[in-house]
């Protein structure tokens, strides 16, 4: 069965960073781009970047271009969203997916505020 | 970046009717290969979003055959046959065709 388990979410001030894991199982995470995805509260869905297999690749948003990193360790099958000068419009449910959007995580909350 | 616009449904729709959610894309979501890039989500209340299509027409794995969709290159189709309680919640498109990938705002449907 495939899982992806987020980790790392929590309460951030303005400015500040936060590292978020998603740790992936039930298929061979090598062979597989993956992606984030954001939902702020009581909104839409937002894209926010995506890997190639390899992590050789990599595309954001441009909100979020120079401040987020996304990563990936195939070795552990897991996939991370390193994120700096954290905005208060950052705050959002970060979902981990796969590149196709057929498999998703749970969610995990990041709420930026002082 | 493509926008992405969907429709609003005439809620609440009785049980057993059907249903069609309507998405238009600012741009052709045809591909060189010849698919089109567009993908359909349920996210149910409190849920994660779960891919009911992708390539517009293609059902995603144990997804019901009450879902279909249908389209153009901008203008696409989500078709909910026999609703039930359980296809409740906000429905979005999203375009796969290039980046950034864009959302549809959601429609959302609920049941009478």
């Known amino acids: 069965e495939v899982q992806l388990v987020e980790s790392g979410g929590g309460l951030v001030q303005p400015g500040r960073s936060m590292k978020l894991s998603c740790a992936a199982s039930?298929?061979?995470?090598?062979?597989?781009?993956m992606a984030w995805v954001r939902q702020a509260p009581t909104k839409g869905l937002e894209w926010v970047a995506t890997?190639?297999?390899?992590?050789?690749?990599?595309y954001y948003r441009d909100s979020v271009k120079g401040r987020f990193t996304i990563s990936r360790d195939n070795a552990k099958s897991t996939l991370y969203l390193q994120m700096n000068s954290l905005r208060s419009e950052d705050t959002a449910t970060y979902y981990c997916?796969?590149?196709?959007?057929?498999?998703w995580g749970q969610g995990v909350m990041v709420t930026v505020s002082s | 970046d493509i926008v992405m616009t969907q429709g609003v449904l005439p809620n609440p729709v009785p049980s057993g009717e059907s249903a069609s959610i309507t998405c238009r894309s600012s741009?052709?979501?045809?591909?060189?290969?010849?698919?089109?890039?567009l993908n359909w989500f349920l996210q149910r209340p409190g849920q994660s979003p779960q891919l009911l299509t992708y390539w517009m027409s293609t059902r995603a794995s144990g997804v019901s055959d009450r879902f279909s969709g249908s389209g153009s290159g901008t203008y696409f189709t989500l078709k909910i046959s026999r609703v039930r309680a359980e296809d409740a919640g906000v429905y979005y498109c999203?375009?796969?065709?290039?980046?950034?990938?864009?959302f549809g705002g959601g429609t959302k449907l609920e049941l009478k």
């Open positions: 741009k052709s979501l045809v591909y060189k290969d010849g698919k089109t890039y």
């Open positions: 997916t796969r590149r196709a959007l057929d498999y």
């Open positions: 039930g298929f061979t995470f090598s062979n597989y781009g």
């Open positions: 999203q375009q796969v065709r290039e980046y950034p990938w864009t």
């Open positions: 890997i190639s297999y390899d992590g050789s690749s990599t």
